[in-house]
């Protein structure tokens, strides 16, 4: 298959991809008493949405986050590439770390109406998401078959909504935008240029994508066949680390070369491998991941004379 030779994403797509995927991320604000602001920092976890281009967080009542912004409004937000199921047992093992983004900013409390408006575009995100797993067509939703549930964002975000738990909510006014890559590159992205890029439409489904390719055996076998047939790399095991609308990053078990006492062993490496066409949502992602997998082992079964199922 002759693939589509566009480079990778950009660092602001990439930056707004990974805010669209995730539903929440480490808030880190300047611990403060009635003295003022201090030098040590509380972090903690809270869940968020973007709206028109900004985060907006929902922080426990109980949370010091809340004490630590009313003396100063400085603080950050660090959000990685979702890494559900096996991929996070993966990483952890090899010591790695996704893709992430760390936001600089001020942390702005919103009133009772814009904080009750703001519930309700909670509403229709989690809404909205919902309708489109339950209208998806056999090819996406076979895809997505071997996904847990809690991979969803929506199914996360739905927890916002209960009643046992109540929360203050902030709009993440950003400053600074730094991107991560999985190798410890750190690369700084413009915040007009950041406010202004789109999200791929898959974005938010991607967590729910990863992990159900990740979790089937078989679509991890196609990830192995795939990379023999176009990297020409020998894995004993592959996964999915990240997507977009131009293809798909794995991370393969490989062989390496033999060593001088004669004796190989394994490594994990990274590859791209990119579409034909851009996926310009989760139908057309699915629909050429399939194909690939088709594609290269209707390949492997007539090089071998084999049929392969």
Not at 117 to 131: N, P, T
Not at 142 to 162: A, I
Request: net charge positive.
């Amino acid at each position: 298959m002759k693939r589509n030779k566009a480079t990778v994403l950009t660092y602001a797509e990439k930056c707004k991809n990974i805010l669209a995927s995730n539903w929440q991320g480490s808030l880190n604000t300047i611990k403060a008493d009635a003295k003022g602001s201090k030098e040590s920092i509380h972090t903690s976890k809270v869940k968020y949405i973007v709206k028109r281009g900004q985060p907006y967080l929902w922080v426990p009542e109980d949370d010091l986050h809340n004490v630590n912004t009313i003396i100063d409004e400085r603080g950050s937000f660090a959000v990685t590439s979702p890494f559900p199921g096996p991929l996070g047992v993966l990483l952890k093992s090899l010591d790695k770390l996704p893709a992430r983004i760390a936001l600089s900013g001020d942390i702005r409390p919103l009133n009772e109406d814009k904080a009750k408006s703001l519930a309700e575009k909670l509403q229709e995100v989690i809404l909205s998401e919902q309708k489109a797993i339950k209208e998806f067509t056999y090819t996406v939703s076979e895809v997505l078959s071997s996904s847990v549930r809690k991979s969803l964002r929506s199914d996360n975000l739905q927890e916002l909504l209960r009643d046992d738990e109540k929360y203050s909510v902030y709009r993440f006014k950003i400053r600074s935008c730094t991107f991560l890559d999985g190798r410890g590159g750190n690369f700084e992205v413009d915040v007009e240029n950041l406010e202004t890029t789109k999200a791929d439409k898959l974005a938010p489904f991607s967590a729910k994508l990863i992990d159900g390719i990740n979790q089937s055996e078989a679509r991890r076998r196609a990830l192995v066949l795939l990379c023999f047939v176009d990297m020409n790399a020998h894995a004993k095991d592959a996964y999915v680390t990240s997507i977009d609308r131009k293809g798909f990053d794995v991370l393969a078990k490989v062989m390496s070369p033999v060593l001088k006492d004669g004796v190989g062993h394994y490594q994990w490496k990274e590859f791209r491998f990119m579409f034909k066409e851009e996926a310009k949502d989760v139908e057309m992602f699915c629909s050429q991941l399939v194909e690939m997998e088709e594609e290269v082992i209707y390949k492997i079964s007539t090089s071998s004379g084999l049929k392969l199922k």
